[in-house]
């Protein structure tokens, strides 16, 4: 006999992505199953090493940033990103980055403008993980099932049906859902289910990466620790990140274009070369973690009530950390669409908005993290044969790579247009009012409240965070106090879409906020702003709540 559960969404794979899209349905009062293969406790790999700041202001709304915060490296283990000929050899320059305890404080450098409350966070997958886990595991509407494997579903216009299998024996579970949502990584199982199909470059990398345990590295590097630490020589380029800043260590070894075989390729010899260090250094293999760098993204996100999220629904080369990030800003823009229609405020042709926003802006972050693994790739083989020289030459060689090395990577690794610039200009539940995004590249961006944009972000003269001010809901941002706002309230109230009120005081609008009125979603974008209310409340509140009709209507 099966076990028989129901619940609202199904979620498959209880990596950060589905965590994070459990947790906020769960933050939403929406009931919610994760179903995961792997055994409770059983770490991931070390893959994600860095938390973006729009992921952070995500984590600060679900109440689980600070404990992120207070996880990882040491807390005064440099944040840096180090350029060298070897890994304990010449320094050749360095982009700083504040450690985590100078990280809401700091003020000096390329990394720390950032217009948030929570800037980012270095920190590998195997210690976020488990917080998001132990979160997740104890918010009361959300229900986590390890050991399983869904091994099939099927749909019709009542719902979802999936089956699973217990991976250590017992009775195999049958589960009624509305919605079913696959967050099962680059293999994904769900993607096939649905006819999805990747599209794009299946090879821009191969990358040998090994996860090494190292007790006396640290004091090996006369030029001092950083979080990463990239190796620049004509004898084999490589990159190694800190993993617990102690005596843990992740080594990525890029591969020549014709070295396709990973086993076929000295590992410890290469080893020993990025880090510079001959025989007498001693180290132990903890797991190896090859990999190939892909630009794929699914031609599609959803077949009716089963959607994608994550790496089941795009791969790329992970420059910017933006792979695991990307996923999570998947998880939370679906969660508040499911989580209004199992609310009963909406209807579920908003669903559509999912793959009209989302897949456009990670077709784009595909190509920004291709062209820069393209030109890092370059770079690697241009590393000039005197590098190591003596003398004049060698000392102008190695000033001049310190310092390309620093202008390209330095946008890589403070993305604030990738945080902030990112926007949504074809969906179908923002009210376009005709003025155009401003342009955004890997690092830079302007705020704007054009709609589709990212909410902008302000401080009050309090030094209250606008984020923190903001509901679960819509909110009607409103720099002008004695604007009558009643008419959008009534109509937001005649379709039970949870919509608050905000006044923002003048020292905190700055020359962002123009108009008098902006209506963020509940993601956090702009849904619509004006001057004055719509002539017809109505059709605005129909619009952003995904009633075609109303739609159909503005747009006449």
Request: some cysteine; aromatic content about 8%; proline content about 7%.
């Amino acid at each position: 006999m099966s076990e028989r559960i129901k619940t609202g969404v199904l979620v498959i794979g209880a990596g950060p992505v589905g965590l994070v899209l459990a947790m906020d349905l769960a933050w939403r009062g929406i009931d919610v199953t994760v179903l995961e293969m792997r055994a409770e406790g059983e770490p991931p790999s070390v893959k994600c090493n860095h938390v973006s700041a729009r992921s952070m202001e995500i984590f600060r709304r679900l109440d689980v940033a600070a404990a992120l915060r207070d996880a990882g490296l040491p807390p005064d283990f440099p944040n840096d990103i180090a350029y060298r000929i070897t890994a304990t050899g010449e320094e050749l320059s360095r982009i700083p980055i504040p450690c985590r305890r100078d990280r809401y404080t700091a003020t000096g450098g390329p990394d720390t403008h950032w217009p948030t409350p929570e800037p980012p966070h270095r920190i590998n997958q195997i210690y976020l993980e488990p917080i998001l886990f132990r979160h997740a595991q104890a918010m009361p509407t959300l229900r986590i099932i390890n050991r399983a494997r869904v091994t099939g579903f099927e749909q019709s216009d009542a719902g979802v049906v999936a089956w699973a299998e217990r991976l250590d024996g017992g009775a195999p579970l049958e589960i009624s859902c509305d919605y079913l949502v696959g967050c099962d990584g680059g293999a994904s199982s769900t993607r096939k289910a649905i006819g999805a199909t990747f599209r794009g470059d299946p090879v821009v990398q191969r990358v040998q990466s090994t996860f090494i345990r190292a007790p006396d590295l640290l004091t090996r590097m006369p030029a001092g620790p950083a979080w990463a630490t990239f190796s620049l020589n004509p004898h084999r380029s490589g990159n190694m990140y800190a993993i617990d800043g102690r005596e843990t260590w992740l080594i990525h070894n890029y591969l020549r274009p014709e070295e396709t075989d990973f086993e076929a390729v000295d590992r410890d010899r290469c080893i020993r070369l990025i880090l510079g260090l001959g025989e007498d250094f001693r180290y132990e293999l903890i797991s190896k973690e090859d990999w190939i760098g892909r630009r794929l993204v699914a031609d599609r996100f959803r077949d009716r009530r089963v959607f994608i999220c994550g790496d089941a629904a795009h791969i790329w080369v992970p420059m910017a950390g933006y792979g695991m990030n990307a996923g999570i800003a998947d998880a939370t823009n679906l969660s508040w669409m499911l989580a209004g229609v199992l609310s009963g405020w909406t209807e579920p042709d908003i669903l559509d908005a999912y793959e009209a926003e989302r897949l456009p802006i990670t077709d784009q972050v595909s190509r920004f993290a291709m062209e820069h693994a393209i030109a890092l790739t370059r770079q690697r083989g241009g590393v000039p044969g005197d590098i190591e020289a003596p003398g004049p030459a060698g000392e102008a060689a190695r000033r001049r790579l310190g310092q390309e090395a620093y202008e390209l990577n330095v946008n890589q690794y403070c993305c604030g247009g990738l945080n902030f610039g990112t926007f949504y200009d074809r969906s179908p539940i923002i009210a376009y009012d005709g003025e155009a995004p401003p342009a955004y590249s890997m690092a830079g961006f302007t705020p704007s409240t054009v709609p589709g944009c990212r909410t902008p972000h302000v401080w009050d003269s309090q030094g209250r965070s606008l984020y923190d001010r903001l509901g679960p809901g819509f909110t009607l941002i409103r720099t002008d106090p004695a604007l009558d706002v009643a008419p959008l309230l009534r109509a937001a109230e005649r379709r039970g879409v949870p919509l608050a009120v905000i006044d923002l005081e003048e020292e905190a609008r700055g020359a962002v906020y123009r108009e008098r009125l902006v209506l963020s979603r509940p993601d956090q974008h702009v849904a619509w702003r004006g001057d004055m209310l719509p002539a017809n409340p109505q059709e605005l509140i129909d619009l952003i709540r995904g009633a075609r009709t109303a739609a159909l209507a503005l747009q006449d």
